[in-house]
């Protein structure tokens, strides 16, 4: 390939960054106005997301009025699972597309009715690589990992670790099966951004859940 033609799809992509970055202020913008705190979780595939999530809304739904999108593939499972604790919830699938971008979230913004809702939850597709370029718009990004992908998953996808709010650490109740240390999880995290507040949650028996609800809604 010349590289004129290089440079051609490197401006590209920044053109794309730029105007998701520029749709994601627009986003951040309305949520503000309409007074809905909104929070997106991204992630490796399994890690936890939907289940971190149905642990936070059935512990705050009944003092909020919330909307989960849930981003996926092909298929409307993890709505479903949330739908089961009485929230409203929009499926997006993305198809050939490996992450939802600030496009996908102005489209809901501007199609649903919100009057009703004071807090958007929003459950990236499952990946730990393609969400780190495209912000949506909301008030703090969550990144989940579990103990179960393997010791350096944290030190080998540094990017989402760099620009989130929150690292959570999932799956701990299997910490005595699994061959990992995780101190060393922490630290790895800590380095690539010593602003990140880290927490390490079970799903499943709620463990720090409590916890993390209050570093997402401070
Ligand atoms: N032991 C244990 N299992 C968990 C925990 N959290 C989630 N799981 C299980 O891990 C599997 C995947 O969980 P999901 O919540 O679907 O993960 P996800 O990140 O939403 O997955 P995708 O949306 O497919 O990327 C399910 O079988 C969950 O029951 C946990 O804290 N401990
Ligand atoms: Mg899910």
Redesign the pocket.
Same mark, same amino acid.
């Given at each position: 390939m010349s590289e004129k033609k290089i440079s051609r799809i490197i401006e590209l992509n920044e053109d794309l960054i730029n105007n998701n970055d520029r749709l994601a202020a627009e986003n951040n913008k309305f949520l503000n106005n309409k007074g809905i705190r909104a929070f997106d979780?991204v %992630? &490796?595939? =399994? &890690? =936890?997301? #939907? &289940?971190?999530?149905?642990s936070i809304v059935k512990r705050i739904i009944d003092d909020h009025k919330i909307l989960v999108v849930? %981003? !996926?593939v092909t298929t409307r499972? !993890?709505a479903n699972?949330l739908e089961k604790h009485g929230v409203q919830t929009i499926q997006i699938n993305t198809g050939n597309e490996c992450a939802l971008n600030s496009y996908h979230v102005s489209q809901v913004l501007k199609n649903y009715e919100l009057n009703d809702i004071d807090m958007l939850f929003i459950?990236n597709? %499952?990946?730990l690589i393609c969400p780190s370029d495209f912000i949506l718009g909301t008030e703090k990004r969550i990144v989940?990992v $579990?103990i #179960?992908e393997g010791p350096w998953v944290i030190r080998k996808h540094p990017l989402l670790f760099k620009y989130s709010d929150i690292a959570v650490i999932?799956?701990? !109740?299997?910490k005595d099966v699994v061959d990992v240390n995780i101190k060393e999880m922490i630290n790895d995290a800590k380095n690539i951004n010593p602003k990140l507040k880290i927490i390490t #949650? $079970? &799903?499943?028996?709620g463990?720090k859940i409590p916890e993390l609800i209050k570093e997402i809604l401070d």
């Open positions: 979780f %992630g &490796a595939i =399994g &890690a =936890g997301k #939907t &289940a971190i999530l149905e849930n %981003g !996926d499972i !993890d699972r459950e597709v %499952g990946n989940i $579990s #179960t999932n799956k701990i !109740d299997l #949650t $079970s &799903a499943l028996t463990e």
